[in-house]
C-alpha cells in the first residue's frame, strides 16, 4: 500500500530543470552540454531528472559506474560519463556493455584499460576515450609531465577519439588568476593532440567563457542555483528543488522561556510558535542557527531553538495569519539555499545532496 501522512517533500520542477539545461546551453553554444546528475542528481532524484533532459542533451555524466547501472536499469539510454572512471577493471566490460564512457585519470587504470583491450580483440571503439589531466586542482588526474608517456600508450585510433578534461579549483572567483592558468595548461596539451577538451564546471561555464571548449560540465547551475552568488540580473535560473513541510503544532510562550534542546534559544517576549515536521533526518542542517528563515504563507519566519531530529520550531509572533497543516518552504522559489547555507555554516551544494531518503521527491509542474 502506498500511502503518505507526512507531507513533507521536495516538490520537483522539471519544467524549470529543462530551461535551466537550455539557458545554459545557450550561453555555451558552441559546447556540448553535459548534464551532471551524480549523487542522484544533487538530491533531486537522477532517474526523474534523466528522463526530462534525455530529449534535450546527448551526454549525461556521474560520479561512478554504480550511479549509471541505476540509470540504464530505470530506461534511460543516453550516453554516460564516468566522472571517477573505474574503481575495479571489470568497470571496463560493464561500461562497454552499457554505453558509459569511463575518464581515466591515473596509471592502474591505463593499465587495466590496455589488458581489457588485449582480452577483447573485437572491440570497436566508437566511444570518445577521456583522460583527465591535474592542471591544479591536485584531486584527480595525470601530472602534466606524465601525460605524454600516458597517451604514448593508446592506439592511434584511441589517440584519434581523445577527450582531455581538467577540472577548476576556483571558477567561482572572478578575481583569481588560477582558472586561466589552468585553463592554459589544459589548452598546450589539446593543441599538441589536435583533440577535444573539457574544462567548465556550472562557475566555469558563467565566469570564463574561453573555457567552454568541446564539452561543458554543467551541474548545479542546471538545478537552478548560481555557483558565483546572486545572478537573479544576469542568468535567468529557477530553482528545481523546493523542500517543504507542513505546521504540526502552534503554541505560546512565556517571555523567559526556553525551546527545544539544550535551551539555547530563550524568548525575549511572549512568543507564538510553529512546530514544523522537519529536522536534520530529513537533511535540514542541525547547524541553522536562530533566525534561518522559513517562508510561510508569503511571510518569513525565523527558526528559533535547536533543530531536532524531525522537527524544527520557529517564530510566527509577527506573521499575519498561520493555521495548522500550513506549508512552510525550507528552501525553493522564496528562500534562496544559499542563505540557508550562510545560516548554517554549509554551501548549497552540501544541502541539496543531504536532501534524505526519507524525503519524497515530487514533481510538480507549474
Ligand atoms: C561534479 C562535477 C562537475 C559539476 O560541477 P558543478 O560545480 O556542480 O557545475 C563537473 N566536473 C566534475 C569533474 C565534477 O566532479
Known sequence: ?????????AAIDL?????????????????????VIKADAYGHD???????????????????????????????????????????????????????????????????????????TATQLTNELWLKVDTGMNRLGFQINHIDQVISQLSIEQQAQLVLCSHFSTAEQLNSSKPL????????????????????????????????????????????????GDTSTSAPLIPVMTL????????TVKIGDTVGYGDIWQANRDTKLATIAIGYADGYPRNAKAGTPVFINGEVAPVVGRVSMDMITVDITDLASVNIGDTAELWGKNISIDVVAQYSDTINYELLTRVSKRVPKIVITT
Request: hydrophobic content about 45%; overall charge neutral; charged content about 15%.
Open 1 to 9: 500500500m502506498s500511502y503518505i501522512s507526512r507531507l513533507t517533500q
Open 15 to 35: 519544467d524549470a530543470l529543462v530551461k535551466n539545461y537550455q539557458y545554459i546551453d545557450s550561453i555555451s553554444d558552441t559546447s556540448n552540454t553535459i548534464a
Open 46 to 120: 537522477s532517474i526523474k531528472v534523466a528522463h526530462a533532459l534525455q530529449d534535450y542533451v546527448s551526454h549525461f555524466a556521474v560520479g561512478f559506474i554504480d550511479e549509471a547501472l541505476t540509470l540504464r536499469n530505470a530506461g534511460v539510454t543516453t550516453k554516460i560519463i564516468i566522472l571517477e572512471g573505474p574503481f575495479k577493471e571489470a568497470d571496463f566490460a560493464i561500461a562497454q556493455e552499457h554505453n558509459f564512457s569511463l575518464m581515466l585519470h591515473s596509471d592502474y587504470q591505463i593499465d587495466w584499460f590496455k589488458s581489457f583491450n588485449l582480452a577483447t
Open 181 to 228: 592558468a589552468q585553463l592554459s595548461k589544459l589548452k598546450a596539451l589539446v593543441a599538441k593532440y589536435h583533440c577535444k577538451f573539457s574544462m567548465a564546471n556550472s562557475a566555469g561555464i558563467l565566469n570564463w567563457p574561453q573555457s567552454h571548449g568541446d564539452y561543458t560540465r554543467l551541474g548545479l547551475a542546471l538545478y537552478g542555483i548560481s555557483p558565483i
Open 244 to 251: 517543504q513541510a507542513n505546521i504540526i503544532a502552534i503554541h
